[in-house]
């Protein structure tokens, strides 16, 4: 769910790992995806369809499964509807349609799709997994994700590039929580002591999410500085505004590394956003 070099009106370097998986598992589903997004299109089925479809999937497959302990299910489910993320972005390409409204509504529904499953954990913790520790531990994940996402967002808006790429991003965070949730509930099967995984990926997001916050509030400071002074102006800038801090609209959180995998973008022929 989550990052791209070429999206439906996105841009991102990814890191190295993230290019080989581009090169080869993106390129194998992207030819496997094909001829379901042709078959879509001829059906009349728009790609921002598909967008909306499988995050309402994802949404369905967190909030039914996850806080019921059913987590080899809802982990089946989630990743069913995972590749909508690649289907629409295919369906795009085919039709030669990139535009802002794409890149908006992806970004933002990769959002609500990571907001769900951190919160069926959250809500499994709070009731019958009855730990609130790891309740809390969840809402963190689900709260510095956003975060994480807003600080790279923010950033760009006002004009910075924001080239870092930060230690665990939205592509990572959905696939060490997801995987781990799967292996979990292999646990309703008879394999012992295996629960444990979920609260260990738990903790390793959350403490991944604030490094890179971190690495990203560090990146965005240098960067302004370095602006300024390239511009010559250290200081207040004119009219009033204090560095920028009121310029420009609010944008949508995205996570162009990888969080929107859901963190979540739509890629050219050769590749295609990661997901969560």
């Given at each position: 769910?989550?990052?791209?070099?070429?999206?439906?009106?996105?841009?991102?370097?990814?890191?190295?790992?993230?290019?080989?998986?581009?090169?080869?598992?993106?390129?194998?589903?992207?030819?496997?995806?094909?001829?379901?997004?042709?078959?879509?299109?001829?059906?009349?089925?728009?790609?921002?369809?598909v967008t909306l479809l499988g995050?309402?999937?994802?949404?369905?497959?967190?909030?039914?499964?996850?806080?019921?302990?059913?987590?080899?299910?809802?982990?089946?489910?989630?990743?069913?509807?995972?590749?909508?993320?690649?289907?629409?972005?295919?369906?795009?390409?085919?039709?030669?349609?990139?535009?802002?409204?794409?890149?908006?509504?992806?970004?933002?529904?990769?959002?609500?799709?990571?907001?769900?499953?951190?919160?069926?954990?959250?809500?499994?913790?709070?009731?019958?997994?009855?730990?609130?520790?790891?309740?809390?531990?969840?809402?963190?994940?689900?709260?510095?994700?956003?975060?994480?996402?807003?600080?790279?967002?923010?950033?760009?808006?006002?004009?910075?590039?924001?080239?870092?790429?930060?230690?665990?991003?939205?592509?990572?965070?959905?696939?060490?929580?997801?995987?781990?949730?799967?292996?979990?509930?292999?646990?309703?099967?008879?394999?012992?002591?295996?629960?444990?995984?979920?609260?260990?990926?738990?903790?390793?997001?959350?403490?991944?999410?604030?490094?890179?916050?971190?690495?990203?509030?560090?990146?965005?400071?240098?960067?302004?500085?370095?602006?300024?002074?390239?511009?010559?102006?250290?200081?207040?800038?004119?009219?009033?505004?204090?560095?920028?801090?009121?310029?420009g609209p609010e944008s949508a959180?995205?996570?162009?590394?990888?969080?929107?995998?859901?963190?979540?973008?739509?890629?050219?022929?050769?590749?295609?956003?990661?997901?969560?």
């Amino acid at each position: 769910m989550g990052q791209p070099v070429a999206s439906r009106g996105r841009a991102a370097t990814p890191t190295l790992g993230k290019a080989m998986l581009n090169k080869y598992a993106r390129a194998f589903f992207t030819r496997v995806l094909t001829p379901f997004a042709a078959f879509l299109i001829r059906r009349g089925v728009s790609p921002d369809t598909v967008t909306l479809l499988g995050t309402a999937g994802v949404v369905a497959g967190a909030l039914v499964f996850f806080p019921r302990g059913e987590f080899f299910w809802g982990t089946i489910v989630i990743t069913l509807f995972v590749f909508s993320d690649l289907v629409d972005g295919n369906m795009a390409r085919q039709m030669g349609r990139s535009s802002r409204w794409g890149a908006f509504l992806d970004s933002t529904l990769d959002r609500v799709a990571d907001s769900a499953i951190f919160g069926g954990f959250a809500l499994w913790y709070a009731g019958s997994g009855d730990d609130n520790i790891l309740c809390a531990v969840s809402i963190f994940c689900l709260a510095s994700g956003q975060v994480v996402s807003y600080t790279k967002a923010r950033g760009e808006s006002i004009g910075l590039p924001v080239a870092v790429n930060g230690l665990v991003e939205r592509a990572e965070r959905l696939v060490i929580s997801l995987v781990a949730a799967g292996l979990a509930g292999f646990e309703t099967f008879g394999v012992p002591g295996i629960h444990v995984l979920l609260p260990i990926a738990l903790w390793i997001v959350a403490v991944g999410s604030v490094v890179t916050l971190i690495q990203r509030v560090v990146t965005v400071r240098r960067e302004s500085a370095e602006a300024d002074a390239a511009t010559g102006q250290e200081g207040d800038r004119p009219g009033g505004q204090d560095n920028g801090r009121e310029q420009g609209p609010e944008s949508a959180p995205q996570d162009n590394s990888q969080d929107n995998s859901q963190d979540s973008s739509k890629t050219s022929s050769q590749s295609s956003e990661a997901t969560s």
